[in-house]
């Protein structure tokens, strides 16, 4: 059964850092281009954000404005998983952590075409 397993989230304080990370299972990994998304309180699914994304060979990475410069998005394709390490975290950034896996080089379409979700992670920034 193909399956993404997120860990890695939790309860820091405004400028602390995370390292969420990813594993993938049933699937071949390196095949798939990756992305982590998030939903804050009070968001609808159909509203989560897109925060970073990186291609099936790890060559390419894009993020969200929000996050540039603090967030680094990595893979392992032997060890079939994918990271996303978080510093000078923020209050804005409390959310749910998904990781998502579409077929192909490079995904730019709707979240709803993902072939794969995680079942999400809590991270909180809260003093």
């Known amino acids: 059964q193909p399956q993404l397993v997120e860990s890695g989230g939790g309860l820091v304080q405004p400028g602390g850092s995370l390292r969420l990370s990813c594993e993938a299972f049933?699937?071949?990994?390196?095949?798939?281009?990756m992305s982590w998304y998030r939903q804050a309180p009070g968001k609808e699914r159909e509203e989560r954000e897109l925060?970073?994304?990186?291609?099936?060979?790890?060559?390419?990475?894009n993020y969200a404005d929000s996050v540039k410069g603090r967030f680094t998005i990595s893979r392992d394709n032997a060890k079939n998983t994918v990271s996303l390490q978080m510093n000078s975290l923020k209050s804005e950034d409390t959310a749910v952590y998904y990781c998502?896996?579409?077929?192909?080089?490079?995904?730019?379409?709707?979240?709803?075409?993902?072939?794969?979700w995680g079942q999400g992670t809590q991270v909180t920034v809260s003093v």
């Open positions: 998502a896996a579409a077929l192909g080089y490079y995904y730019a379409g709707s979240w709803a075409k993902y072939d794969y």
């Open positions: 049933g699937f071949t990994f390196s095949s798939y281009a």
């Open positions: 925060v970073a994304h990186i291609t099936s060979t790890g060559g390419s990475t």
